[in-house]
Structure formats: C-alpha cells, structure tokens
C-alpha cells in the first residue's frame, strides 16, 4: 500500500540544525521530494533524490535515504527564523505521475 | 514565483453557486494537477492531464469538473459543493519525464457556505 508517514511537530532554536524525518511503504518509489509550505502559500520545491542515491547536499539542505529501512530524512544546517513552515515529504512510482504526500511537518524555529 | 498562477486566491460560494478555479503555468509543461489540500487529511491528487488529455481522476465527485483547453491552462468548475469541500485547492504542473518535479501555484482558498 502507499504510505508517508512524518511526526507532526518540530521545535528547534535559531541556529542549530533541525531534522525532518519521513518513512514510506513503497519500495517501487523511485524518486523521493521535499516539499516547503508557508502560511498561505502553495508548496515549494526544496530538493528531490532519485531512489539510487544515498545522500544528496544542497547548500544547506541534506537529504539522506535509507532504502532499506524506507526512510528519507532532510537536515536544514543553521536553521533561520525564516525556515519556519509545513515540510512535505513525498513519494513518485516511477510508472505513476501522482505524487504521495505525508501530512507535513511544521517545523517553528525559536529565537 | 514559481511561474504557476492562480485565480481567485480567495473564494466565498453558496452551495447553489457555480464558479471556475483557473490556472495557468508559464513553465512550459507538459502535465497539470489539480490538488485539495484540506486540515483534516493529507495533500489529496484529483486530476492529471498530461498533454491535455486527461489520465487520473481519483474517484472525484462529479460536482467537481475539470477542463484542460490546452497544455499551459486548467480549470476547476465547482457545482452544487458542499461545506466539506471547503479547502486549499492547489494546481502544479511538471514536466511529465524524469524527476518529474511538480511546481505549484499558490492555491485558491475555497469556503463553501
């Protein structure tokens, strides 16, 4: 069955570094997002890893994957005031356009 | 920006009302979604047009009707909703090859009375 499952609440302090994490059901997935969604805004695109990958580093954004557990976590390194927001984690079959979205997890970021 | 627009961003309706939600992308894709993003459940897909054709309908009540006149247009035509249909309704657009990224446009604040 296709599942995404994430914790539903992350409080961290200005600077240090947060981690969201994310499991999934489907072991077809082939490729894995990282979705940002602001109050009142639409979802944003942070990073996406293609199944084959373990790790994948964008400036302050890492994706790390663990296939075989299921498991897709995203660290934000320094974390800003401004990194407070929804994160989505999302799964793609690589034969299926859809997208399968867990139910986010707002990070708030203390000063 | 994402290049993917929106229109209304806000919308009040009556349960006899008729209206449209447009979107347009200026990405140049080829696929467009339209999602309901509602409190008490995940992110939901309800339709995918890929070429103008359309290739998902995620068993969508008929009250929800979506047209697609050509690859950078997409609109929602609502009928007869109900209050529970009240939500954030988001279209994207993609590629359609690859990673396939989806790219969102800001949502439509749906209240139906």
């Known amino acids: 069955g296709e599942d995404v499952e994430q914790s539903l609440f992350l409080s961290v302090r200005e600077g240090d570094s947060s981690v969201i994490n994310c499991t999934y059901t489907d072991s077809s997935s082939t490729y894995l997002y990282w979705y940002k969604q602001e109050p009142g805004a639409g979802l944003q695109l942070l990073t996406y890893i293609f199944s084959n990958m373990d790790m994948k580093q964008d400036q302050r954004l890492t994706v790390l994957l663990n296939k075989k557990d299921k498991h897709l976590s995203l660290r934000i390194a320094d974390t800003q005031t401004g990194d407070s927001a929804i994160y989505f984690c999302a799964e793609r079959m690589d034969s299926s356009y859809k997208l399968i979205f867990g139910s986010g997890t707002r990070l708030l970021v203390r000063p | 920006e994402t290049g993917v627009t929106q229109t209304p961003r806000h919308l009040v309706m009556g349960m006899t009302n008729k209206k449209s939600l447009k979107c347009e992308q200026h990405l140049g894709h080829n696929a467009m979604y339209w999602y309901k993003q509602s409190a008490k459940k995940p992110l939901e897909l309800m339709f995918v047009y890929n070429f103008k054709e359309q290739t998902e309908n995620n068993s969508v009540p008929s009250r929800f009707s979506p047209e697609c006149p050509n690859s950078s247009h997409l609109f929602l035509h609502l009928h007869t909703l109900q209050p529970e249909d009240s939500a954030l309704y988001l279209c994207?657009?993609?590629?359609?090859?690859?990673?396939?990224?989806?790219?969102f446009g800001p949502g439509t604040r749906l209240t139906v009375l």
């Open positions: 994207a657009s993609s590629q359609g090859q690859g990673p396939d990224t989806q790219y």
